[in-house]
């Protein structure tokens, strides 16, 4: 744990949405940010590391990238954190295709980025996280193969179920450790647009709570942001 702060988290996909909201809600519990950015444009996280100093940590990494991401491990080896979280994660353009209409290239591109990214990541990050520690990943609801009576969005439902398989065989392989899949829920987010039934402000607070009081509770759950298990 970092000196004169509760706890230290790297939060992979921190620039904006859920991820900024995660970041700006751990610093105000007295937590330590070590927050990703892809590029150089300036972020919300960076408006986040004016206001809170040295809480705050931003690195670079495009998490698609192997080299991104071996360049993130030189950077923080030695470093111990409390949590990993990996938020990142993006939709198809048209969320509506089936999965016999996409592009094999927007297949790809979806898959890559939410189910073998974040793997990419908690593989080779995750001898940076205490043993009583957690690492965790955001999923979603939709990625429930029991829950998923109506269809639609497809694609986005394939790579999220995909990504949660993964973590079970990781959690197969890392046995004794906590891990964490979190469904957040349809939440007003560039993701999630405007329609959505659930706000960053009501939904981020319990993601915290849930995933602050889950260290070191070994074993992989798939949880919804009220703590509730969600069939896989």
């Not at 408006?47 to 030189?74: P, W």
């Not at 046995?175 to 402000?201: K, Q, S």
């Amino acid at each position: 744990m970092t000196l004169g702060f509760k706890g230290d988290i790297l939060l992979i996909g921190a620039s904006r949405g859920l991820g900024l909201a995660m970041a700006s809600e751990f610093v105000s519990r007295g937590w330590r940010v070590t927050g990703t950015v892809r590029g150089t444009k300036r972020t919300g996280l960076q408006d986040l590391q004016d206001q809170q100093g040295e809480a705050v940590e931003i690195v670079e990494l495009d998490m698609t990238r192997i080299e991104d991401i071996t360049a993130l491990h030189e950077k923080l080896e030695g470093r111990r954190f409390d949590m990993l979280f990996v938020n990142a994660g993006i939709a198809n353009a048209n969320p509506e295709e089936t999965i016999g209409a996409v592009s094999t290239e927007e297949f790809v591109r979806v898959m890559v980025t939410n189910a073998l990214s974040p793997m990419r990541v908690v593989e080779r990050l995750d001898h940076l996280v205490a043993p009583e520690g957690l690492i965790g990943v955001m999923t979603s609801g939709q990625g429930s193969i029991t829950n998923n009576v109506k269809g639609g969005r497809e694609v986005y439902r394939g790579s999220k179920a995909a990504l949660n398989q993964y973590m079970r065989s990781y959690a197969a392989r890392e046995t004794g450790r906590a891990l964490r899949l979190v469904a957040p829920g349809w939440i007003r987010t560039d993701l999630g647009g405007p329609d959505a039934p659930f706000t960053i402000e009501e939904t981020v607070p319990k993601i915290v709570d849930l995933l602050i009081g889950d260290m070191g509770k070994p074993g992989l759950r798939y949880l919804d942001r009220e703590g509730k298990d969600v069939p896989w």
